[in-house]
């Protein structure tokens, strides 16, 4: 089983850069493809970015491409979300997600961080 948990969010001007990370237990980390989702005030969740358990293959949503780099050490079970030149509209609760099936994480990860709150001010 795969537990997940998110540090780094906070308070950031726009224009400006923050780091997550997410931490995973299990010795099986490399096996899981690993992402990240968000939720919006009054907005569903919504995929964000996710890469395979190499680290060879990731995706990015359109909203954030060019912005922001998913990327994973997996010596230290740990995937982060670089996030640069952020907008008020990146403001959100952002989840760490883990599943088996790179294709399947996109849309339905089976499991979820608790989340870490991203605030972009204008």
């Known amino acids: 089983q795969v537990q997940l948990v998110e540090s780094g969010g906070g308070l950031v001007q726009a224009g400006g850069s923050l780091r997550l990370s997410c931490a995973a237990s299990g010795r099986t980390f490399s096996n899981y493809a690993m992402g990240w989702f968000r939720q919006a005030p009054g907005k569903e969740r919504e995929f964000v970015a996710a890469?395979?358990?190499?680290?060879?293959?990731?995706y990015y949503a359109d909203s954030v491409k060019g912005r922001f780099t998913i990327s994973r050490n997996n010596a230290k079970n740990t995937v982060y979300l670089q996030m640069n030149s952020l907008k008020p509209e990146d403001t959100a609760v952002y989840y760490c997600?883990?599943?088996?099936?790179?294709?399947?994480?996109?849309?339905?990860?089976?499991?979820w961080g608790q989340g870490t709150q991203v605030t972009v001010s204008s």
């Open positions: 997600v883990a599943d088996r099936i790179l294709i399947d994480l996109r849309s339905t990860p089976d499991y």
């Open positions: 890469i395979s358990g190499s680290g060879g293959i990731t």
